[in-house]
Every structure is written in structure tokens, then in C-alpha cells.
């Protein structure tokens, strides 16, 4: 497994090819899609780097939102601005053509490490099982760079695609956990139910470090925790689960916790220094009565406050509670989605659910194929309890998705259809030739080929409408102002008013110059800034 899974060579080149495919993604993407995708990142790392910009009252009056993401584009300024190379294309296009680009570039390259894991977990390590795992893991990596939604939001610098980034590799760590707990089985099937915290190592850890930044990012990351909490909880004995909450979960939970807050309450007190030093005007010095007091800032309990509490985000939508299940799944995978529902069933058939078991918590013994089933149910199941829904927020969730898509394209490749359920389910007792299916002529069957081709002709023709067409005229018009008001430098004098409110599209990541511009600027009803 370790051989099989270990960055080496063959996954470094994996990755540029994965890179290079997404840049060319970002690039071709010259469509509006949300007005998160720059009020969330680039011009707050904007702000941060060069001093100028507008905030929207996510940041400046209610905090909700953490600056972690920003703070990656705002690293990419500042080197863009240490080697003077910060001109109008690289602000405006270099974060989603470099670092988001990056970012979902090793999130395809964990999709096909987590599909392989997954499929090798009670396979072995043969070559066939090697080559059954390769070829999932190929199928899993077409589904998710030939998904449409994927190509149009993935390279889009939201707050979602950064918890993609990070859930993914957060996930792929954590299923690691099911072979170390069938590797201590041994002969005393009670076993089974038992790993113990000293026996994990370093995987585990980084997993919950990785888990809790996509928290701190954003807080809807948590409902993905659900099944995978309550399977580690019923691998612990009844007498060991609080040196395991306190030694592992409670001390890396609250490390992460504690440096994000550090790091969002000093990015907080300098933007309103900034803001401080703007308002005074030049030349002014600062005195005490004018320095902002220092303020402690926690993200995910302002976000909770502002969207759950008081409501703000239905001001931005509702929808009814199935709407994820019925319209949002339906929208983001479109034809992708029968080959999901039948990875969702395989998964999900055989396991066991018991609710006790005298030697752990819970008597909840899974595979690792039906914990990735289960976090692609729960996690649009929790993000249904709110009711603005938007199809974006799906994002952390179709790498998964795709992961089981995968299993059920790939099962006609090598292996009969009853063979991939029972390894899937891991039921020893099926007993099944393991010798692959030889094909007429050595050429792969009709069904797979004619998968491959229906997946591909179907989305291709979206991604390409909705990353080209689609919305394009808000893009095309900030452009224009962007090379209108760049004249300013040579003594036009040109200004800009936008009266479509701040909340709309970027400014001071679009033009970079110093051209004066006039914004609508406005609050949701419940913001305490609002009179």
C-alpha cells in the first residue's frame, strides 16, 4: 500500500499534467458566475498587499469570514509585488490561473489517490488487485476533470474550492484508518471493532489538522465529520475514548483553532488600521484615541451568528429543503448522476449498522467506499438545514461523488459486476475467480467505451457554454473600465461611478490603478452596521 499510494515519480508527473490542465481551465473560464468569487479572496488579499480596496460588511462589520483563503492570494501578490510584476493581467488573473489552479490540481491528484485506496482496502496487494484499484482509479479521475461544474467553479476562487482542496487530502488521510483497523484483526474477530490512539501515527493527525482548517474556512465542512467521527468512535474501546478525544482530537483541534484565531484577529486589526490610516488622510500621525483597540476574532461562531441566528442569508435566496437532492445534485452532475446512484447503492449494500456493541460505542463497521457514500449523503443533508442553497456549495462533495461513478463505469473493464459488489462490500465469503476478463481482441467492452464517450460529449459542450457565453458581459465590462481608467496614469483624469452595489463584482483586482471609483455600497438588514 505504501508503494502504492506514495508520491514518487510517477505522481509528481501526474501532477503537472493535472496542473496544466487546470490552468488551461482558468483560462479558458471568461464568464460572471458570484460576486464571492472576488469579495472572498483576491480583493481582500488585495487590501492586505497594496493598501487599496473595498470590503464588503462580511469583513468589515459582522467578520465572518476567515483569512486563511485570502492570505493564499495575498502570499502570490506579495511576491508579485516584491519582483515588481504586478501588472493589471497578473492581479486580476494570476489567482485562479496559479493558486487556485494548484489547488484543484492536487485535489484531482487526491481523487485518484482516494479512489485507489479505497478499492484496495481488504483487496490485497497482488497485481491484480493492483491493476483493479489502477483502473478505478483512472475512471474516478475522468469524472472529476470532465465533470462540467467542476471545469465552470472548480478554478473559481471561492471559499468552497479551498474546502475542496482540503477535505479531499483531509478524507484520503482519514480512510487510511479502515486498513489499520482490519490490519489488527488477527484472529480474535473482537478485535475488529478495536484501534487503539497510540497505533495511528502521524495519519490521523494530519487528517484532523486538515479537517479543522476546512472548518475554520468554512464551518459547513463539518457535516462531512459526521460518519467519519461516529466510525472512529465505534473503533474505540469504551475506557480509551477520552485519552483519544483529549490527546488527539481535543490538543490538534484546538492547535489549529487557536493559530487561525491569532491570524484572523491580527488580519482583522489591520485592516482596520488600514482603514484608520485611509480615513486620517496623508501626513496625519496617530494617537491613542484614534488607534483601533485590539480585538479578539472567531470566524465560525460570527458565521453561525450571522447566517443561522439572524438570517442574513436567506436575504440572498431560499429554497425548499430537498432542493440539494432533487435540483442541486441533478444541475452539478447531470449525466454523471445514474453511475453515482449506482456507486451509492453498491456501497451502502452489506454493511452492518448496528446501534451497540459491548465492546466499542457503536457496532459500525463500514468500508472505506461506504464512508465516502456516506459523507456524499450527509453532507447536502446538513447543508439542507439552512435555506438559501446555492449550486457552488456542492463543490466539496462531487470529488466523492465521483469516486463512486468511478467503481461502477470501471466494474465492465475487467471484472464481472458481482465481483466489484463483493469487493466493494468486502464480503469474504463470495468466493470469485480473481483472474480478469479477457476481451475479444484485447479491446475494452462496448458499455465502458460508450460510458466514456456519453460522459465526455455531454458535459464538454457545457463547460464550454457556461465557462464562455454564459454571464460574460459582466467580465467584458470590467475589463473595458479596467484599460479605460488604466489611462488615468497618463493624465486623463478619468473616473468611474457603478451603481449596481458593492456586492456585484471586482474593482481593485480587475483594473489595479489608481483611478478613483464610487460603489453602491450595500448591507443586509440584520447587519449591525445597517441603521
Known sequence: MSKLNSPGVASFLLFLALFAYRVLNAWTVKTYFNPDEYWQGPEVAHKLVFGSGLLTWEWESERIRSFIHPLLFAVFYALLKVTNLASRGAV?????????????????????????????????????????????????????????????????????????????????????????????????????????????????????????????????????????????????????IPQYLLRVVLFWT???????????????????????????????????????????????????????VAGVAVQYGSHPFHWYFTLGALTVLTTQLPFVLLGLRRALSRNRFSVWSPFSVVDFRPTALCLLALVVLTYPLGLSLSPHKEFRFLLPVLPFAHVLAGVVISEQVMFPRHEIVARSCSVAETKISAAPRTWRGGRKPRFFLLSILFLATTHAPMAFYFSRIHQ????????????????????????????????????????????????????????????
Open 472 to 531: 460574460r458581459g459582466p467580465i467584458d465590462v470590467m475589463q473595458f473600465l479596467s484599460s479605460l481608467l488604466a489611462e488615468d496614469a497618463k493624465g486623463m483624469g478619468r473616473g468611474a461611478t457603478r451603481e449596481t452595489g458593492q456586492h456585484e463584482g471586482s474593482i481593485w483586482t480587475a483594473r489595479q490603478c489608481s483611478a478613483p471609483t464610487r460603489l453602491g455600497r450595500t448591507q443586509p438588514k440584520h447587519s449591525s452596521s445597517t441603521p
Open 92 to 240: 486580476a488573473y494570476g489567482p485562479s490561473m496559479v493558486v487556485q489552479a494548484f489547488l484543484t490540481a492536487s485535489t484531482d491528484l487526491h481523487v485518484y489517490w482516494l479512489a485507489k485506496r479505497v478499492m484496495m482496502q481488504g483487496s490485497g496487494d497482488g497485481d491484480d488487485a493492483i491493476a483493479r484499484a489502477e483502473t478505478i482509479a483512472r475512471c474516478a479521475l475522468f469524472c472529476q476533470c470532465s465533470n462540467w461544474f467542476m471545469w465552470y467553479a472548480g478554478v473559481r476562487t471561492f471559499s468552497s474550492s479551498l474546502e475542496m482542496a482540503l477535505l479531499v487530502p483531509a478524507v484520503y488521510h482519514w480512510v487510511a484508518l479502515v486498513e489499520r483497523a482490519e490490519s489488527i484483526e488477527g484472529g480474535n474477530q473482537k478485535s475488529l471493532r478495536y484501534l487503539p490512539p497510540s497505533r495511528v501515527g502521524m495519519t490521523e493527525p494530519l487528517s484532523i489538522v486538515l479537517g479543522t482548517v476546512s472548518i475554520m474556512v468554512r464551518p459547513t465542512a463539518l457535516f462531512a465529520w459526521v460518519p467519519l467521527g461516529f466510525w472512529r468512535l465505534s473503533c474505540t474501546r469504551l475506557y480509551d
Open 254 to 308: 484546538a492547535l489549529v483553532m487557536l493559530v487561525s484565531t491569532l491570524l484572523d484577529s491580527y488580519c482583522y486589526n489591520r485592516v482596520s488600521l488600514l482603514d484608520q490610516a485611509r480615513n486620517a488622510g496623508p501626513g496625519a500621525h496617530p494617537t491613542v484615541s484614534t488607534v483601533p483597540q485590539w480585538e479578539w476574532v472567531f470566524t465560525p461562531v460570527n458565521f453561525l451568528r450571522i447566517n443561522l
